[in-house]
Every structure is written in structure tokens, then in C-alpha cells.
């Protein structure tokens, strides 16, 4: 892309490609494993148990002039919005930035502090990155998730790099990355493994 950065995105998985599990909820952001564990203490356990050693891949998920995620990372909510609901971050999300949130139900903007601003798109996909474009400037846009709305991007040949923060176990069952999605010829960029994740940097070539 000539006159921004790149389009990339960043995806805790299991080995057997599940970014998240069975019966997302309020108490299960996303989802359980088989086993009625939370997905995300065993997903994303590199994050909170290794943090060192995973310092700079923590810090480049968020470092991007604008993020586009769908409504189910948002909150879980699926009906009309819940107003009193600003997001699983607390009142200084992590993005400080504008985040273009995916649905089908309008909602002014929700501006919180650190510099994040959700704002909610109901146009689809292209009407987001053109926000979100627009906003980024020569900055990265991030597709922070979940994976229905990583695969539309990755199926609409939006993408332009894909980061995967492999965990060493299966699911068995949940959200997979890549379902809907035609095959692609992905050009491995990096690849460093640490206790408890293996980051694998990909490149998606247009």
C-alpha cells in the first residue's frame, strides 16, 4: 500500500487454528475449552504469565494508527446495543487510537480515555477501512478480531500481514480462522518461539 502502512493482524490460535472457543459469554469472552476452561487463560496465557520474554509482540498488537474489530470482540451483547457497555478494557482500553467496530446497529461514538474512540460502522467492511484509513494516516490499520471478521478480510484480500501467537494445544471446537476463506500462499516473514508461544510472522502478497 502506497500511501499508508500495512494492513495487518494480530491472532492468539491453537495449533488446531481456533482463535477462540465454545459458548462466548460475559463470563467466557471467548469461550471455553472442552473442558469449561476459559479460552483465553490457556490462548492467551503467554500474555499475563510470560510477559517479558513476549515484551515485543505484546507491544506491536496495539501499535497501529487505527484498529477495525467486529461487534462480538466489542462486548457480547447481540440484540440492541447495551449503552452502559463500553467494551471488556475498562475505561483506558489498550488501543489509544479510533477503533472501527463492525455491526448492524448504529451507535454514536464512545470516546473513553487514553485516546481510544470506538466508532461503530454499519456499511460493511470496506466502509471500515476506508475509515479507518483514513484515520491511520501512513500509520498500520489493525484487524483485531474475532476471526468471522479477520476471515472477511482475509476473504475480501484485505490483509497484508498476518501475525499468529500460536499456544501448544487444540481446542477441538470454537472460532476458526480461515473458514470461508480461499487458500492462500502466505510468505513466512519471522518466526520466534518462547516458553509458552510460538509468533510466526506472515505476509499475505496482493
Not at 9 to 30: K, R
Not at 153 to 181: K, M, N, S
Request: hydrophobic share 40%; proline share 6%.
Amino acid at each position: 500500500m502506497d500511501a499508508m502502512g500495512i494492513v495487518k493482524s494480530d491472532l492468539g490460535i491453537s495449533v488446531d487454528g481456533f482463535v477462540a472457543g465454545t459458548d462466548q459469554s460475559l463470563d467466557f469472552p471467548i469461550g471455553k475449552t472442552a473442558d469449561g476452561v476459559p479460552a483465553h487463560t490457556v490462548l492467551h496465557r503467554w500474555m499475563f504469565e510470560a510477559e517479558a520474554e513476549n515484551q515485543a509482540e505484546a507491544d506491536a498488537i496495539v501499535d497501529a494508527g487505527a484498529f477495525i474489530m467486529g461487534r462480538n470482540m466489542f462486548g457480547p451483547d447481540r440484540g440492541e446495543w447495551d449503552v452502559s457497555w463500553t467494551g471488556w478494557w475498562g475505561d483506558d482500553p489498550p488501543y489509544h487510537g479510533p477503533v472501527f467496530v463492525l455491526g448492524h446497529r448504529p451507535r454514536p461514538p464512545l470516546e473513553l480515555q487514553g485516546g481510544t474512540t470506538f466508532h461503530f460502522v454499519t456499511d460493511g467492511i470496506e466502509s471500515a477501512m476506508r475509515q479507518a484509513g483514513e484515520a491511520a494516516g501512513d500509520c498500520d490499520i489493525s484487524i483485531a478480531g474475532g476471526a468471522s471478521t479477520v476471515n472477511q478480510f482475509l476473504a475480501a484480500g484485505l490483509i497484508d500481514e498476518l501475525r499468529l501467537h500460536i499456544a501448544p494445544l487444540t481446542l477441538g471446537a470454537g472460532e476458526r480462522l480461515f473458514d470461508g476463506v480461499a487458500p492462500l500462499n502466505l510468505e513466512t516473514v519471522s518466526s520466534r518461539s518462547t516458553s509458552l508461544v510460538t509468533h510466526v510472522v506472515y505476509r499475505i502478497p496482493r
